[in-house]
């Protein structure tokens, strides 16, 4: 099925103007219910009850308040907040080129993907070939629904992304969190961690190895239900062992791995780079002990 698109913008830097249309780069596949009365299982209707006089209020009746302090409120028309919007025009202003490699993760909110929009297929190649070749990744604000986001564009499979992004004081650091640095790390647990993360490792990222199991059993189970089957309980699995040792948690897990990776060349699925790995950890993590 194709996809659709969300709305329409133009890209646009010094000069040059880029008609693009938006879509959504993602889907959540959650399960999702709805609330029914026990009793008949017919669906609840979501009231808004006034908590001091405990009267139903219906949305006519309602306004917008802020909690300046404890129960102290300031009250802010539809028609002052209205006055503070922007103008909607779906631009997407670049302001600067960055490394991509210097934005941090943390700061990305909801990913959109970006096509070329009635004539504007050359100057939407010319922009994604040159942030491609330039290695460059940009900073812009979209002007959307009378409030401006801030958006980091990027070239990717051949086409644009656009990111929105969190505004620096939206994000938290690690200030307040602590980072166990008061704790000496041993050199024969910091080699055996590496060991184990090279034994871990991957050339790439693919996340299609990867799925929502939990989403999956919940699936099962209400398909079940709907085919009138009986439904059976899955015995709770049993706690992981604890191991106080640092050390001999590195070690069990290096132990597991090399059982899985000799159990795999025993049956014929033989690699000769693995094999080699192998070998020169087998030899790190006797060096270790």
């Not at 929502?212 to 899955?234: F, H, P, T």
């Amino acid at each position: 099925m194709p996809t659709h698109a969300i709305a329409s913008g133009t890209v646009s830097f010094g000069l040059v103007s880029v008609p693009v249309k938006l879509y959504s780069a993602t889907k959540s596949k959650s399960v999702s219910f709805n609330l029914l009365h026990s009793k008949d299982k017919s669906r609840l209707r979501q009231q808004y009850i006034c908590a001091a006089d405990g009267e139903v209020v219906d949305r006519a009746s309602m306004v917008k308040g802020f909690e300046y302090a404890k129960d102290q409120y300031v009250v802010l028309t539809d028609d002052e907040l209205k006055a503070l919007e922007q103008t909607s025009d779906q631009s997407i202003e670049i302001e600067e080129f960055v490394p991509l490699e210097q934005v941090d993760p943390v700061f990305f909110d909801k990913s959109y993907m970006l096509g070329p929009d009635k004539g504007g297929q050359k100057a939407y190649r010319l922009l994604s070939e040159a942030m491609a070749k330039a290695g460059r990744a940009a900073l812009a604000r979209y002007s959307s629904r009378g409030k401006q986001q801030l958006v980091l564009l990027r070239q990717a499979q051949g086409g644009l992304m656009m990111h929105a992004l969190f505004y620096a004081d939206e994000v938290r650091g690690f200030e307040d969190v602590d980072r166990g640095e008061n704790v000496a790390v041993k050199p024969g647990e910091l080699d055996l961690a590496v060991q184990l993360i090279e034994q871990l490792g991957s050339k790439s990222f693919a996340p299609e190895k990867y799925d929502d199991d939990y989403r999956k059993r919940v699936v099962e189970l209400i398909e079940q239900k709907v085919a009138g089957q009986e439904i059976v309980v899955s015995p709770a699995q049993p706690p992981r062992a604890q191991i106080i040792d640092l050390m001999d948690a590195l070690k069990a897990s290096l132990a597991a791995k090399q059982r899985v990776s000799q159990s795999a060349e025993d049956s014929g699925d033989r690699h000769p780079v693995r094999a080699k790995a192998s070998t020169q950890n087998r030899k790190r993590a006797a060096k270790a002990k």
